[in-house]
DNA sequence: ATATAAAGTTAGATTAATCTAACAAAAATA
DNA sequence: TATTTTTGTTAGATTAATCTAACTTTATAT
C-alpha cells in the first residue's frame, strides 16, 4: 500500500525528471517543500518498496513500478482537471489545487466514470497528456514558442507552468490551447516577440511567457 | 484546523447522535474501528478545541460549533452521493464509499459548483437531508415502515441504512425512493409485512428491512 | 447489596512523517 | 590544489494517531 504522503513523493519525482531529466535530492525538497533530510529516509523508504532506486549521492530515479504508480496517480489528477473543466465549469487557472486533493481518491470506478463520461481524453486542459490506464505516458513532440523563428505559424499547443497567475495572465489576453500564433518579430535584445493571433493584431510576449508555451508546427502549405 | 481524522470523529459523532441520541465512548468507538482508549484521548483534544463537550464517564456531546462543523461535513458528504448519482451515472449502493472520501476535500468552490449544478438539492440519494451551507439540518418527519399499520399507504422517504448489501436487496425488489407501498398485512409473530407497490402485487418485508425504510403517511383522500 | 461484567481511563509503547543540528561528501571557486 | 559552498546524510527529537495492558468507575445481575 502507498500512502497518501508516499503519492506525493512519487508524483513530484515523476514530474520533476519529466521536466528536468535528473532530479536530486535537493530539488525534489524545494518542490516538495519538505526538508531534504526527510526527503532521504523517505526515499530510502520507496527503495525499500522497489519504487525509487536509491543510492547515497547518487540522483534519484524511480523504478520501472515506481514509474507506473506515478503515471497512475498522475492519470487521476489530469482526469479529474478535465473533468472539473469540461463538466463543471471551471477555469483552467482553478483546477490545479482541487485535482491536487482528487488524485489520491482509491476508487477504481470513479476514475473510470470520470474517463468514460470525457470519451477517454488524452490531454488534460493545459495540453499535458494522460496517462493510460497501465500508467505509461506520451509526450508529444511540442517545441517552446521561445525556441521558434520569427516568420513562423504555429499552434499553442500546452502550457508548463500551471500556476492559476499564469494561466490567468494568459486568460487577459485571450490566449487558449488550439490558438493559431504567427511570430511576426523577435526582440534580440531580451528575446520578447510580437506576436498575432485570434483578434488580436499585435501583442508582444516576454521570454519568461515564451518558455513556457508549448507549441506544435503548422505544416506547410 | 480540522484534521482529517479529527472530521471523522466529528462526523460520527453526529450521526450517532441522530440515530440513538447519547453517545458514548464505545458505540463511537465500535463505529469507528478504533480502541476505546484512542477516542477518549481524541475526546480530550476536540474538548480543547471546543468542538465536544466532555466530562470522564459522561455520555458524549457535540458543541454548537462541532455541530456546525460536523453538518458541513456530513453537507460535502451527502452532496458528493447526490452528484455521483444524478450526475455520474452512479447507482445508490455505490456511492457511500467514494463520498466518504471526498467529503474531506478542502475547496469551497468545489461543493459550491456542485450544489449549484444539482439545482440546490436538499436530500440525498437515500433520502437524508442535505445541511445547509450554515452546516444546519433539519430532519422531516419520517415513520419506519414498520411502525405503520395494515390498511395504510405509505410513500417510501429514505432508507436508514446505507450499506450496499442492503441497496442492492431494495434494487432487486424495485424499491426506490418515491415509492408508494400498500401494507395489506402485517404477520404477528415476526411483525413481516405483505405490502404491494409498483408492479408488485404481493412482498413480503422482514421487520428487519421494515425498521430501515423511513416513509410518509400519504393524505388519505 | 455485593459480585461480576461492561465501559471508560491512564500510562506507556509504536509508527509515520516531520523537524533541527551536526557531520560528511561533492561541487564550485579562488 | 586548497578552500568554501552546496548538497546530502545521520542521529535524535517531536507530533499525531494509534495500540496494549493495567487500572477505575459505572452498570447489571444474582
Known amino acids: 500500500m502507498i500512502s497518501l504522503t508516499e503519492e506525493n513523493y512519487l508524483k513530484e519525482l515523476f514530474n520533476l525528471s519529466?521536466?528536468?531529466?535528473?532530479?536530486n535530492v535537493n530539488?525534489?525538497?524545494?518542490?516538495?517543500?519538505i526538508k531534504m533530510s526527510t526527503v532521504t529516509s523517505m526515499?530510502?523508504?520507496?527503495?525499500?518498496?522497489?519504487?525509487?532506486?536509491?543510492?547515497?549521492?547518487?540522483?534519484?530515479?524511480?523504478t520501472e513500478k515506481g514509474k507506473i504508480e506515478a503515471g497512475l496517480i498522475i492519470r487521476k489528477h489530469r482526469l479529474t482537471e478535465m473533468f472539473l473543466?469540461?463538466?463543471?465549469g471551471f477555469g483552467w487557472e482553478d483546477v490545479h489545487e482541487i485535482a491536487e486533493q482528487i488524485e489520491h481518491i482509491q476508487s477504481v470506478g470513479f476514475f473510470e466514470k470520470m474517463d468514460e463520461q470525457l470519451g477517454y481524453p488524452t490531454i488534460d486542459p493545459h495540453g499535458s497528456p494522460i496517462p493510460d490506464k497501465n500508467g505509461k505516458i506520451v509526450w508529444p513532440t511540442y517545441s517552446k514558442l521561445s525556441e521558434c523563428k520569427a516568420g513562423e505559424?504555429?499552434?499553442?499547443?500546452a502550457v508548463i507552468?500551471?500556476?492559476?497567475?499564469?494561466l490567468k495572465f494568459l486568460n487577459v489576453r485571450e490566449m487558449k490551447l488550439g490558438l493559431k500564433i504567427k511570430i511576426k518579430s523577435i526582440e534580440i535584445f531580451d528575446k520578447s516577440m510580437e506576436v498575432s493571433y485570434g483578434k488580436k493584431p499585435s501583442e508582444t510576449l516576454s521570454n519568461i511567457v515564451c518558455e513556457r508555451l508549448l507549441v506544435e508546427k503548422e505544416g506547410r502549405f
Chains 1, 2 share one sequence.
Do not use: I
Open 18 to 23: 519529466s521536466e528536468s531529466g535528473e532530479v
Open 27 to 33: 530539488e525534489l525538497s524545494k518542490r516538495l517543500e
Open 43 to 62: 526515499m530510502k523508504k520507496l527503495a525499500e518498496k522497489e519504487l525509487v532506486h536509491y543510492e547515497s549521492y547518487k540522483p534519484l530515479k524511480l
Open 85 to 88: 473543466v469540461e463538466k463543471m
Open 153 to 157: 505559424t504555429v499552434r499553442l499547443s
Open 161 to 166: 507552468n500551471t500556476s492559476s497567475e499564469f
